[in-house]
């Protein structure tokens, strides 16, 4: 059975941030991490090269396939600033409508800056996902 390629290490989650370019979204991407370390209480982890992660919990697919996963987690990408929302997105229409600009994938929130979005909307979206993946997938 395969393994997930990304995994969580000990690279310097400090060193991934001073490399994100420009300084705005190295900025965000700070920002994002003292929010996600204080939401949910995790200290942050590198998944990955790209990946910072916050949390884990297990998940094991009808396949049998299993894994671990980060509860939540961001990556500072070309274009935007991904934050992912392990719940899903799908759930949380309500929520996305008063965010602002963004895009999505299933479980992958794009922004290009903090500034273009309703951060107190933010802060209730990730608390959401948090309580669905703490009552889905118990410690």
């Not at 090269?49 to 070309?78: L, P």
Request: hydrophobic share 30%; charged share 30%; net charge neutral.
């Amino acid at each position: 059975m395969s393994t997930n390629k990304t995994q969580p290490n000990d690279n310097s989650v400090d060193e991934y941030l001073s490399r994100i370019k420009p300084e705005g979204r190295r900025e965000d991407a700070i920002e994002i991490c003292d929010l996600l370390n204080k939401l949910t209480g995790q200290p942050p982890i590198m998944w990955g090269s790209s990946i910072v992660g916050f949390g884990t919990y297990r998940y094991q697919y009808a396949s049998g396939r299993e894994g671990d996963w980060m509860r939540t987690g961001f990556a500072a990408r070309k274009n935007d600033l991904t934050i992912y929302i392990m719940s899903g997105l799908e759930q949380h229409k309500k929520l996305l409508k008063g965010l602002g600009r963004f895009k999505t994938g299933k479980s992958c929130l794009y922004i290009k800056s903090l500034d273009d979005i309703d951060q107190s909307c933010l802060i209730e979206l990730i608390e959401a996902s948090l309580e669905y993946m703490r009552q889905k997938y118990p410690d």
